[in-house]
């Protein structure tokens, strides 16, 4: 079974960046979506961005303009550049494929902390 996996979360300071990582530890074929999502403590997971296999982007309203979302389709390779973080963006940052066959694929995802 593929499974995702996540890097680059971790502390930084408001204000601050992180760049997030997500790469398959198998091969997955023709991806149609790649996002972002993100669950603090108590919340819903929510979407934190998206990009489509053609390059179109959707964000949410909450990281428009700090946060960049960015896909390298011959590695299946996705980032999320976090820039001006703020502490409401602390939570667990999960990274999903979802195929034109209609699978979908999530990581365990990772950590970040917002906090001075």
């Known amino acids: 079974q593929v499974q995702l996996v996540e890097s680059g979360g971790g502390l930084v300071q408001p204000g601050g960046s992180l760049r997030l990582s997500c790469v398959p530890s198998?091969?997955?074929?023709?991806?149609?979506?790649m996002g972002w999502y993100r669950q603090a403590p108590g919340n819903q997971r929510e979407l934190v961005a998206r990009i489509r296999s053609d390059g179109v982007t959707n964000y949410a309203d909450s990281v428009t303009g700090r946060f960049t979302i960015s896909r390298d389709n011959a590695k299946n390779t996705m980032y999320l550049q976090m820039n001006s973080l703020k502490p409401e963006d602390t939570a667990v940052y999960y990274c999903?494929?979802?195929?034109?066959?209609?699978?979908?694929?999530w990581g365990q995802g990772t950590q970040v902390t917002v906090s001075s």
């Open positions: 999903n494929f979802a195929t034109f066959l209609g699978n979908n694929y």
């Open positions: 198998g091969s997955i074929f023709r991806i149609y979506y």
